[in-house]
């Protein structure tokens, strides 16, 4: 049975949470203290964690950074702010996805099974390596050097980068990339996630470079410009 640790220090949310994710087959380690969810981690093996970011005792984006530093478990923030910055802020601390209040527990719980269901996915179609205009991606190991520098990239950067590696020079809309990289449908989305996302990949995609290696076709999606070549 998958362990997922839900930091929310609202006892009554935290409650009701935990009881819908239990009904769904998951062992729910709840905490409502930054400290009680750091010692939970420690002594559990955890699949994926739900935090909040304003809590009494902590912030919840330090309580994200701590834990990218030993692991790349995945991670779902809930929180009340909607700001772009805070959204960034978010997948800057190493975040997996967002999640606004007030939100429907069926739209957490489709969130959660979504990333559940990657989690559970076999990895031997990432065996093989990409290569574009400078980019080289080691699936297997989920890597991604420019050069011979290795690009810090979130995992849901990583995952979108390797869409549109598989269809380069094709148009892509964001219903495609939903589907394919959140594996949810629209309505379950913020609609800054997939701008924000793409944003912050073709920054550190692109660096110092002029080349824009993600095109925004307007009206119809995005597209990866650059040939690729597979090993």
């Known amino acids: ?16 949470i935990s009881l819908k994710l239990e009904k769904e087959g ?69 975040a997996d996805d967002y999640i606004t209040k007030p939100f429907s527990l069926m739209v957490l719980i489709s969130k959660v099974n979504a990333l559940m269901r990657r989690i559970g996915q076999t990895r031997e179609e990432h065996g093989q390596m990409l290569f574009s205009r400078g980019i080289r991606v080691q699936r297997r190991e989920m890597r991604v050097y420019k050069g011979e520098e290795e690009l810090c990239l979130s995992k849901k950067e990583m995952q979108l980068l390797f869409y549109f590696l598989e ?14 990289v959140w594996d949810m449908d629209a309505l379950f989305v913020d609609d800054n996630t997939v701008p924000v996302t793409i944003s912050r990949l073709k ?29």
Request: charged share 30%; glycine share 8%; with cysteine.
């Open 1 to 16: 049975m998958a362990k997922i640790l839900l930091l929310e220090d609202d006892t009554s949310l935290n409650r009701g």
């Open 26 to 94: 998951y062992q729910v380690l709840s905490a409502v203290r930054v400290t009680q969810a750091e010692e939970l981690f420690r002594e559990n093996e955890v699949s994926l964690i739900i935090s909040d970011i304003t809590m009494e005792d902590g912030d919840g984006l330090e309580f994200c950074r701590g834990i990218r530093r030993v692991s790349d478990v995945h991670l779902i923030f809930l929180t009340a702010l909607d700001q772009e910055v805070d959204i960034v802020n978010g997948y800057d601390a190493g």
């Open 167 to 180: 269809y380069p020079k094709q148009i892509i809309s964001r219903e495609q990339i939903l589907e394919a």
């Open 203 to 231: 920054k550190k995609i692109a660096g110092d470079e002029d080349y824009e290696y993600i095109k925004n076709v307007r009206g119809l999606g995005y597209l990866w410009t650059a040939e690729v070549s597979k090993k």
